[in-house]
């Protein structure tokens, strides 16, 4: 079993910077790939990032490259989304998940129903 848990989410205004962060607990050892989505009211949840814990090949949606990070420390068992020149359109609840089997990652990063392990999310809210 993996409990993951989230943090660090919180306001800010448009231009700003935040990081979450997600704890990792349990079976850790098992996990070989991470992610970050997000979700905002009235609409699906969404691949934001992706990892490949094995060897740290990163994976981002379209709408994010260039402004956040994702990256990990694998001592602490921790994943973290650094996320710089945040827009209105970034408010959304967040979440990290992970996921033991991770064929074809590079192809399959962002498809959420892969994902063995969620957290409860943390929301992250831009204003203009």
């Known amino acids: 079993q993996v409990q993951l848990v989230e943090s660090g989410g919180g306001s800010v205004q448009a231009g700003g910077s935040l990081r979450l962060s997600c704890a990792g607990f349990?079976?850790?050892?098992?996990?070989?790939?991470m992610g970050w989505f997000r979700q905002a009211p009235g609409k699906e949840r969404e691949g934001v990032a992706g990892?490949?814990?094995?060897?740290?090949?990163?994976y981002y949606a379209d709408s994010v490259k260039g402004r956040f990070t994702i990256s990990q420390d694998n001592a602490k068992n921790t994943l973290y989304l650094q996320m710089s020149s945040l827009k209105p359109e970034d408010t959304a609840m967040y979440y990290c998940?992970?996921?033991?089997?991770?064929?074809?990652?590079?192809?399959?990063?962002?498809?959420?129903?892969?994902?063995?392990?969620w957290g409860q999310g943390t929301q992250v809210t831009v204003s203009s």
């Open positions: 998940a992970a996921r033991f089997a991770c064929a074809s990652y590079s192809a399959s990063w962002s498809a959420k129903y892969l994902y063995n392990y």
């Open positions: 349990g079976y850790t050892y098992s996990i070989h790939c």
């Open positions: 990892i490949y814990t094995d060897d740290g090949s990163t």
